[in-house]
């Protein structure tokens, strides 16, 4: 994508980011065990930056209605991250076990 993405004028790059901020979520359905314990370590881990909603905020990205399997990825991806691209979300990946990253994205994929 980025060789594309560097093609776009700063007027293509204005437009699609309105595009996609205007986009509604689609909430998936996930196991509601799995839900169950990813709600609680939300809300032990995630809350206080994402907000209540995990629709996030000018610093923190909205993960309510992200894909598991991608929010999976970016938290494994966020676990193994060094130097300068580790960031305050690294701290909090790396904190957390494979069962926990499931329950985790299968609980956020559930929110509006």
Not at 15 to 38: Q, V
Not at 49 to 78: E, F, P, S, T, V
Request: proline residues 3%; glycine residues 6%.
């Amino acid at each position: 994508m980025t060789p594309l993405a560097q093609q776009f004028s700063a007027e293509d790059k204005i437009a699609l980011s309105i595009y996609y901020a205007n986009m509604k979520s689609r909430p998936k359905t996930a196991d509601s065990e799995l839900a169950r314990k990813g709600k609680k370590y939300y809300l032990q881990k995630c809350v206080s930056c994402h907000g209540k909603d995990a629709h996030g905020g000018k610093q923190y990205a909205r993960l309510a209605g992200q894909h598991a399997q991608y929010l999976q990825r970016r938290i494994y991806n966020m676990q193994n991250a060094t130097g300068r691209v580790a960031t305050d979300m690294t701290q909090v990946a790396t904190t957390l076990s494979e069962k926990e990253v499931e329950a985790l994205a299968a609980y956020i994929s559930t929110l509006p």
